[in-house]
C-alpha cells in the first residue's frame, strides 16, 4: 500500500475505508493490504485485533478479568473460561465493528494455540474454528510466547536475529529470535516465573489490604511500594549464582521472603493478613533480587551470543517484551546492562507488553507474509497448555560455563 493510499485509508472513518475497499477491489485501482484477525484467550485477557500487513492496528478490543480474580486471590482457571466464553463473541465484534472490516474481508484468522491454561485456550480455539468453518477461511495457530517476542516489530524496525526477553506470570525465557517462527532457546524459568513469585509475595504481605494499593494486582503493588521503601534493609540471595547457564529460578527466592515476613510478623506480634510495618522495605529488596537475577542471567546470554557470532556486536540488540518488562526497576536493571555492552535496547509499549490480540494479529501476519503455519484444513488442530519454544540449546550455554563479570549497577 503505498503513502497516498494508506494516508487516505487513515483519514476516513472505519466504515468508510470498508466501503473504500470494496469499491477499490472493483476497479481495481488499489493494492489493498491483507488483515488478520487475532484471538487471545491463553489466560485472563479476553483480546481481538484487526492488523494489516503494514502493520496498522485498524480495531482492537480487551476484556481483562483482573478485577475478578484479585477478589480471589489468584487466577481461578473455571472462572476463566467462564469470563471468555461470556465475552469471546462481543470482543471479537467490537474489534471488527471498530477496523470496520467484515469476516468475509480477512486473509486469515490467527489465534492463540499454545501455552496457557488448558480451559481457555479451548474457548478461544473452539470460538475461531467456527468462524474459519462458517467464513472458510486460513487458520494461523499462534505459540503466545512467539507473538509476544515478535510485537517489536510492529512498533520498531528490528531485524533478525535478536536477543529475546520474555518475562511475565507464567514465563521467563532468554532466547534468540532468528526468523518468524525460528527461536534459540538460551535459557528459562525452571520453577516459577517472575511475575508469579511478585504476586505470590504480595499476597503473602497482604498488600491488596494496603490503602496504597487495594485495587492494584500483585507485582504492580510491589513495584509501587518498593519505590518508597529501603532495599538494603533486608538482602536476599539471588538464586542459582553456582550455575554457569541461561535458566531462572524464584521459587526459592520467593521462601527466602517468606522467611523474612514469618520472622517479622514474630516480632511485630501480628498474625498472618495483617499489615507489617516493614511491607515497602520487604517489596523493594523482593524487587532487586529478581531484577539482579534476571540481569545477570541476560547478561550471559549476551556473552554467549556474541561469542558464537549469534549475534554481531556492531547492531546488537535486546528486546524484553510480557507483562512484567512494564516494571520500570527491572527494566531499568536490563537498560544499564544493554547500554554497557553496546546493546541497543528495545521495549513494546506497556498496553502491548501485556496480553493482547493485537500481538495475536500481528503474528499472524508475519506467518502470512512468511507462509508459515498457514492451514487450509485445521483437522486435528488442538491447543497445547505445555509447548516449548524454538529449539532449546541452553546445554550448549550451560556448558561454555561463561563467567559473567561484575556490573556496577545503580538502580
Known amino acids: 500500500m503505498n503513502s497516498i493510499t494508506k494516508s487516505l485509508l487513515q483519514s476516513i472513518k472505519p466504515g468508510q475505508a470498508a466501503w473504500l475497499r470494496s469499491n477499490s477491489t472493483r476497479s481495481g485501482k488499489l493494492c489493498l493490504p491483507k488483515l488478520v484477525l487475532g484471538i487471545e484467550t491463553s489466560c485472563d485477557d479476553t483480546g481481538a485485533a484487526v492488523v494489516d500487513d503494514a502493520g496498522n492496528i485498524l480495531g482492537e478490543a480487551l476484556h481483562c478479568q483482573k478485577e475478578v480474580h484479585l477478589k480471589a486471590g489468584g487466577i481461578i482457571p473455571l472462572v476463566a473460561q467462564q469470563l471468555h466464553r461470556e465475552n469471546i463473541e462481543q470482543i471479537v465484534k467490537e474489534a471488527l465493528s471498530i477496523s470496520g472490516v467484515s469476516v468475509n474481508e480477512l486473509a486469515a484468522i490467527a489465534t492463540t494455540v499454545k501455552p496457557g491454561l488448558a480451559l481457555s485456550l479451548g474457548v478461544g480455539l473452539e470460538y475461531s474454528l467456527k468462524l474459519v468453518n462458517k467464513y472458510k477461511k486460513p487458520f494461523i495457530p499462534i505459540h503466545h510466547m512467539e507473538a509476544h517476542a515478535l510485537t517489536i516489530r510492529l512498533t520498531n524496525q528490528v531485524e533478525f536475529p535478536f536477543l529475546v526477553l520474555l518475562l511475565s ?28 513469585m511478585l504476586d505470590k509475595v504480595a499476597r503473602r504481605l497482604s498488600l491488596s489490604k494496603h490503602p496504597e494499593c487495594h485495587s492494584m494486582a500483585g507485582g504492580k503493588a510491589i513495584e509501587h511500594l518498593a519505590q518508597t521503601g529501603n532495599r538494603q534493609h533486608y538482602t536476599f540471595r539471588v538464586p542459582m549464582q553456582q550455575y554457569r547457564n541461561c535458566d531462572f529460578s524464584f521459587s526459592g527466592l520467593q521462601n527466602l521472603v517468606n522467611k523474612v515476613i514469618i520472622q517479622k510478623e514474630k516480632e511485630e506480634g501480628l498474625q498472618e493478613g495483617e499489615l507489617l510495618s516493614c511491607v515497602k522495605d520487604i517489596a523493594a529488596a523482593a524487587q532487586h533480587a529478581v531484577a539482579v537475577h534476571i540481569v545477570k542471567r541476560t547478561y550471559r546470554a549476551m556473552l554467549f551470543c556474541i561469542k558464537h557470532s549469534i549475534l554481531s556486536p556492531k547492531n546488537a540488540t535486546l528486546v524484553v517484551s510480557g507483562g512484567v518488562a512494564s516494571n520500570q526497576y527491572i527494566r531499568k536493571g536490563l537498560q544499564i546492562l544493554a547500554d554497557a555492552n553496546g546493546f541497543a535496547f528495545l521495549c513494546p509499549p506497556p498496553r502491548l507488553c501485556t496480553d493482547n490480540g493485537v500481538m495475536i494479529a500481528w503474528n499472524g501476519i508475519e506467518r502470512l507474509r512468511a507462509g508459515l503455519g498457514v492451514l487450509h484444513c485445521t483437522d486435528g488442530i488442538r491447543y497445547e497448555p505445555n509447548a516449548p519454544l524454538g529449539c532449546d540449546i541452553s546445554k550448549r550455554v550451560e556448558e561454555d560455563s561463561i563467567k559473567v563479570p561484575r556490573l556496577k549497577m545503580k538502580f
Open 169 to 196: 506470570g507464567g514465563h521467563c525465557i532468554l532466547a534468540v529470535a532468528q526468523g518468524v517462527s525460528d527461536f534459540l532457546l538460551l535459557g528459562q524459568s525452571i520453577d516459577i516465573a517472575p511475575g508469579d
